[in-house]
């Protein structure tokens, strides 16, 4: 939906900001769009975290909840909050003009923009200061501490695994080493996602 909706927009106003081109109703239904998939992914991309977490450091206690009605009330949680949490932004997006003629008072056609006026800037600081907290840090500092619980265990079951043979070692060595990369490279990821939004935001 993002792809067909949401991202040729933002690509073309990569090539001209603006004036907006394509309707006050579009424009409300990108910006709606737009924040709803990036709430719905972080909150997908924090689920597969902790169940990855839990997979590893408490195998047993995954096994007695691991069903597909559970995944799919999951996946319908994540709809639900992602959808009301993004409700805000069509609401308050508009499209309006920027500028207008100092001397005549009139607008100028080549300023119409589709963002947040200016009398709903308040309020709006106000969301995104709640949706930067609930998902970026607090998903950060998740993702972190469920991703540097894996390595310690990753790390003690190497330790407490012998191996008879020094192949069998390396290539547990080099498969512990290539599952620390890709937390790091997730959480990396996540991260500099994160810090794009909220420079585009501000």
């Known amino acids: 939906m993002t792809l067909l909706l949401a991202l040729p927009p933002e690509v073309y106003s990569i090539w001209e900001a603006y004036p907006w081109r394509f309707g006050q109703s579009f424009c409300i239904l990108k910006s709606f769009i737009m924040e709803m ?9 924090t689920g597969f975290t902790v169940e990855r977490y839990l997979s590893i450091c408490h195998p047993m206690k995954l096994q007695h909840c691991c069903h597909i009605s559970r995944a799919k009330r999951c996946i319908v949680l994540i709809c639900v909050v992602s959808i009301l949490s993004a409700l805000p932004y069509p609401v308050h997006t508009r499209t309006f003009y ?6 005549s008072g009139q607008h ?3 300023s119409l923009v589709c963002n947040i006026p200016q009398k709903w800037t308040g309020r709006m600081i106000i969301v995104f200061q709640l949706s930067t907290f609930v998902y970026f840090v607090l998903p950060m500092a998740i993702l972190s501490l ?4 894996i ?3 990753l790390h003690r079951t190497e330790l407490r695994t012998k191996y008879d ?3 069998g070692q390396a290539t547990a060595t080099k498969a512990r080493r290539a599952i620390l990369k890709m937390l790091v490279a997730v959480v990396v990821a996540f991260l500099s996602a994160g810090l794009r939004s909220m420079l585009k935001d501000l």
């Open 37 to 45: 998939t990036s709430y719905s992914s972080v909150l997908t991309i």
């Open 165 to 167: 043979t020094q192949y």
């Open 98 to 103: 920027y500028l207008s003629d100092p001397h």
């Open 108 to 110: 100028i056609p080549d």
């Open 146 to 149: 469920m991703y540097i619980l």
């Open 151 to 153: 390595g310690i265990k």
